[in-house]
């Protein structure tokens, strides 16, 4: 049979229908948050400038997956991570049978393994930098520490090795560096289409690269192969030196061990244990011994309050409400419940209150050396938060969340129990340390500050973020912002010539601000509130910083001041250094706690109290109250009208480089490229799917001709296969999934 014009006419429209439906439906498919990478719409986004372009569903990582995942970011940024497992770095045993963890083949039952992200080219000292624990499960059948932990691991090492490249001159040849420079722009490109804009990029850079991170995904690694809350039927949340009723039942299991040899290995300040079972943000105390009367503070409650509210604040909720409301906070013993052994205590407490402190002699695993549970009185000082993530311990995947506004001011759309968790830990890697931050000088934006894989000993920075001022300039104004705090109680800034500041340098904190800046001027003092406090200071109207960041200023308090370049000389180098003092409520105590001694941790007394020093394993906390930012160095010079920034590494050329609008910038964010791109993109687009349609059209009217020609010929009744629909399998048991509330942490 042969088609007449009309059919075939009718055909062609008839499919064209179909071509547009389907295309229209691919968008929206597209847009979907249930699909792993969706494009979002500018006009959703109230500054253009910066619009995420492509988002990620978080899912769930299973324990090989873990393995690889790890294995991976260590092979891929080996100056940034150590990967390591408990059974060769100390020697422990395995838990689990033949049956587990197959891919294990080299032992039997599960290897525990951790990474330790340190940038091992930024100091030739690192002794000062602050020790964080991240554990994602002591309970292997609580699902959402593991993932949130690899996540926040990958997320800091990506923007930490983008931001090192190109890597200073001197350090390579010109060809290295050109081929550093795509890389970088490749890389900065990437990370702005998923939401990590300049400004987040160099904030997660800077915590890559300033503490020391130990991420332990699953410590209960047999447990959670086999989704079961203990390890070979012991509690590894019961199983530590403090608060014991029988010394021979702690430190039983491969779990408590690899957790004990990692911080008698350290100095942890900062630690976040991850739970399920309840939604909870909960510190200390939670043992029995104190809790008489019931919910007594422990003798750091008002940085623990502090910490649990910005905490809670940052994480944000979620819908569905039921599951992702807002996390409640107080201490364990009136949020939670007090148990006897538990790791959140004990890595408190351990070192100093030692009337709940005694060796543990357990016979598990052919025993474990007593000497391992008597510790000396630096190791166990740590604020130990326990999350308990979710009433359900397992989610559905359909509330873990999306990279989708992943670290804006509060939760974007994408929040869910991922998500959230991953903003609580960088808050807390944040808040370990205070720091202080040059934004820019004049009306000239500061590409760098610091710069992961690169020295920052001695004098480096005079080369590395450095400014040049005109000599007919007679003041310039500051920017300065600060975090890793909440309260600024005092900031100011100082400023003078090198020469004069013989002991400053690029890196060193000091306990004694007066020696080390005896020959600077110093300005008025200001105060406000950071980013993480309840009520967060405004920052301040700057137009020029606003267009180049963002219609939201994403730092938190803005501060400036304006100094005086009037006594300064032609070649003269200025070293400005803005410095602060932070957090003193936190040495206040309630009128009622226990026991009745002074903040005994070390991240309150390392901000509050200047004779604070404790020593382990080359590793030092050293207390103070005023801290220094990395010093900006401006040179006054002849022959320029306006500020500009001589930045050695990227050749005065930055993300946003404000020194010389008219230059092209390599550093590009793909959500900047103006409309013609995009149009011409979109007209493109539209060709192709036109050049593509024809041909389609044309072999289906073919096939159809073809079909009818030949059940004419055979008269045969086609078969007709049902297609089955395939269920979405959910690879954890319904056991685990609906435990329930019941026992959590």
Avoid at 90 to 99: F, I, K, Q, V
Avoid at 339 to 368: I, R
Avoid at 570 to 593: C, F, R
Wanted: hydrophobic fraction near 35%; proline fraction near 6%.
């Amino acid at each position: 049979m042969k088609l007449s014009i009309v059919q075939f006419y009718a055909l062609s429209l008839a499919w064209g229908i179909l071509l547009v439906f389907a295309s229209t439906s691919l968008r929206v498919l597209e847009k979907s948050p249930r699909s792993l990478t969706l494009e979002k719409e500018n006009s959703s986004s109230e500054d253009p400038k910066f619009v995420q372009t492509e988002v990620k569903k978080f899912e769930y990582l299973m324990q090989k997956d873990i393995k690889l995942a790890l294995e991976e970011l260590a092979e891929t940024y080996p100056q940034l991570v150590t990967f390591e497992n408990s059974q060769e770095r100390y020697g422990l045993p395995t838990a689990g049978r033949s049956t587990d963890c197959p891919f294990d083949d080299d032992v039997v039952g599960c290897k525990n393994y951790f990474i330790t992200i340190e940038d091992k080219m930024s100091l030739d000292d690192r002794s000062a930098i602050p020790d964080v624990f991240l554990s994602g499960a002591v309970h292997g059948n609580e699902r959402i520490g593991p993932t949130t932990v690899v996540e926040t691991a990958k997320l800091l090492l990506e923007a930490a090795a983008c931001e090192a490249l190109p890597r200073p001159e001197g350090h390579i040849s010109e060809q290295e560096k050109s081929n550093e420079v795509e890389l970088a722009k490749e890389c900065r490109q990437s990370l702005s289409a998923r939401g990590i804009f300049p400004w987040i990029r160099r904030w997660l850079a800077r915590l890559a690269s300033t503490r020391r991170i130990v991420v332990i995904p699953s410590a209960n690694a047999v447990g959670y192969f086999r989704k079961k809350r203990e390890e070979e039927r012991i509690d590894p949340n019961r199983d530590f030196a403090f608060d014991q009723i029988n010394w021979s039942k702690c430190m039983q299991t491969i779990a408590a061990r690899t957790i004990n040899e990692l911080f008698r290995d350290h100095i942890f300040q900062h630690s976040l244990t991850y739970h399920a079972g309840m939604v909870a943000i909960a510190y200390e105390w939670g043992a029995p011994s104190r809790n008489n009367p019931k919910g007594i503070p422990s003798p750091d409650d008002a940085a623990q309050i502090e910490l649990g509210l910005g905490l809670s604040n940052y994480a944000g909720s979620f819908h569905p409400s039921k599951e992702g409301y807002k996390y409640p906070h107080d201490s364990m013993n009136d949020l939670v419940y007090p148990v006897h052994g538990g790791m959140e205590d004990w890595a408190y407490g351990g070192s100093w209150d030692t009337d709940l402190v005694k060796p543990c002699n357990p016979t598990t695993f052919g025993g474990y050396p007593e000497s391992k549970t008597i510790y000396d009185n630096s190791t166990l000082r740590a604020f130990n938060f326990l999350i308990e993530t979710s009433d359900n311990k397992n989610p559905l995947p359909t509330v873990l969340g999306t990279d989708e506004d992943l670290f804006g001011a509060t939760a974007g759309e994408g929040n869910g129990h991922i998500s959230r968790n991953v903003r609580l830990a960088m808050m807390m890697v944040d808040t370990v340390e205070p720091y202080i931050s040059v934004l820019g000088a004049g009306e000239v934006l500061m590409p760098d500050d610091i710069i992961p894989l690169s020295s920052r000993s001695k004098k480096s920075c005079k080369s590395t973020h450095r400014v040049s001022v005109p000599n007919n300039l007679s003041s310039i104004e500051i920017i300065w912002t600060i975090g890793g705090a909440f309260t600024i109680d005092e900031t100011k800034v100082a400023h003078g010539r090198w020469e004069d500041l013989p002991t400053l340098d690029c890196s060193t904190q000091t306990s004694s601000l007066d020696e080390l800046l005896s020959g600077a001027i110093h300005s008025n003092p200001q105060s406000g509130k950071s980013r993480w406090s309840e009520n967060p200071s405004p920052s301040q109207t700057n137009i020029w910083l606003s267009d180049k960041v963002g219609s939201e200023i994403p730092y938190g308090p803005i501060f400036t001041e304006t100094i005086n370049l009037e006594n300064y000389s032609l070649g003269d180098t200025i070293a400005v250094i803005p410095y602060a003092v932070v957090d003193q409520d936190w040495s206040k105590q309630p009128e009622n706690y226990t026991p009745k001694v002074p903040p005994q941790s070390h991240v309150v007394n390392a901000r509050t109290n200047p004779d604070w020093r404790y020593e382990n394993v080359g590793k030092v906390v050293q207390g103070r109250t005023h801290w220094i930012s990395i010093p900006l160095t401006l040179e006054i010079v002849d022959g320029i009208d306006t500020p500009m920034v001589q930045n050695i590494r990227l050749d005065g050329s930055s993300d946003n480089d404000s020194s010389n609008d008219d230059a092209s910038d390599p550093f590009e964010d793909p959500a900047t490229l103006n409309d013609d791109h995009t149009e011409n993109s979109g007209s493109t687009k539209t060709f192709l799917s036109a050049v593509i349609s024809i041909p389609i059209i044309l072999a289906f009217l073919s096939y159809l001709i073809h079909k009818r020609r030949q059940r004419r010929k055979t008269r045969h009744m086609f078969e007709m296969t049902p297609v089955q629909e395939l269920d979405e399998i959910e690879p954890y048991s319904d056991e685990d999934r609906f435990e329930g509330k019941g026992i959590s942490a």
